[in-house]
C-alpha cells in the first residue's frame, strides 16, 4: 500500500503570508496531482506534475514535484481568503489508474 | 453533460439498516470509484471498477458491496450500517491513465 503524509494538517495565516503544504511518501508515484477541496463538494483538480523535478506555476501557486518523484509541495505566495479550503495532494499508481490520497490540508486565510 | 450525478445528497441509518448509494456518469468512462471521506480528512478508497463487469476491493472495503452492470452506474451497497461507516461518499471517474478525478458531489451519511 502507498501511503502519503500531508503536512501540516491545519494552517491559519494572514492575507498576504506565504505558506508551504508538503507531501511525503517512501514510495514512487508516476504523477502526483493536488486537488481543492471546498465545503459540501467534491475535490477538483489544480495540478498534475510528472516528471521527477518538474515545477509548475498556477498565478500564486507553484507546485514541484521531488526529483525521486516521492514527494511533492504546494507553496503559495500572498495568500487571499479566497484560497480558503482543503488541499489534498494524491499519488498515481504506475498504471495510473489509481490514486492514494493524502490526508488534506486545511487552510484558513483571514482578511 | 452532467458529468458524475449521486444520490441522495444526505441519508441517516439507524444502525443495522442497508442502503444503496447511487452513482451514474454520462462521460462514458471506464474507470469508476468509490472514495470516503471523513471530517477534515483525505479520501480513502473504498471499491473501483474498471469497466462493466469488473470491480476490484480497494483500501477500506469491509462492510461494503459494489456492483458494475452498465458503464454508467456504479452503485456502493452498504448492508448492515454501522456508526464507523459514518462518512462523505464521493463517487469519481478518470477518462483514462493519469488522468484526473472527476467527482460528484458526494453522499453525507449519518449513521445513529
Known amino acids: 500500500t502507498q501511503l502519503l503524509e500531508q503536512s501540516p494538517q491545519f494552517l491559519s495565516i494572514q492575507e498576504g503570508e506565504n505558506l508551504t503544504v508538503y507531501c511525503n511518501s517512501s514510495s514512487v508515484f508516476s504523477s502526483l496531482q493536488w486537488y481543492r477541496q471546498e465545503p459540501g463538494e467534491g475535490p477538483v483538480l489544480l495540478v498534475t506534475?510528472?516528471?521527477?523535478?518538474e515545477v509548475k506555476k498556477l498565478k500564486r501557486l507553484t507546485f514541484q514535484f521531488g526529483d525521486a518523484r516521492k514527494d511533492s509541495s504546494l507553496h503559495i505566495t500572498a495568500a487571499q481568503p479566497g484560497d480558503t479550503g482543503l488541499y489534498l495532494c494524491?499519488?498515481?499508481?504506475?498504471?495510473?489508474?489509481?490514486?492514494?490520497f493524502g490526508g488534506g490540508t486545511r487552510l484558513m486565510v483571514k482578511p | 453533460n452532467a458529468g458524475v450525478t449521486q444520490t441522495p445528497k444526505f441519508r441517516i441509518l439507524k444502525i443495522g439498516q442497508s442502503m444503496t448509494l447511487q452513482c451514474t456518469q454520462d462521460?462514458?468512462?471506464?474507470?469508476m470509484y468509490w472514495y470516503r471521506q471523513d471530517p477534515g480528512m483525505g479520501l480513502k478508497l473504498i471499491y473501483y471498477?474498471?469497466?462493466?463487469?469488473?470491480?476490484d476491493k480497494g483500501e477500506v472495503p469491509n462492510g461494503y458491496n459494489v456492483s458494475r452492470s452498465t458503464t454508467e452506474d456504479f452503485p456502493l451497497r452498504l448492508e448492515l450500517a454501522a456508526p464507523s461507516q459514518t462518512s462523505v461518499y464521493f463517487c469519481?471517474?478518470?477518462?483514462?491513465?493519469?488522468?484526473?478525478?472527476?467527482f460528484g458531489n458526494g453522499t453525507r451519511l449519518t449513521v445513529t
Open positions: 462521460m462514458n468512462h471506464n474507470y
Open positions: 471498477s474498471v469497466g462493466a463487469g469488473i470491480t
Open positions: 494524491a499519488g498515481a499508481n504506475n498504471a495510473g489508474n489509481m490514486l492514494t
Open positions: 506534475v510528472v516528471t521527477g523535478g
Open positions: 469519481a471517474t478518470i477518462t483514462g491513465h493519469s488522468s484526473p478525478l472527476h
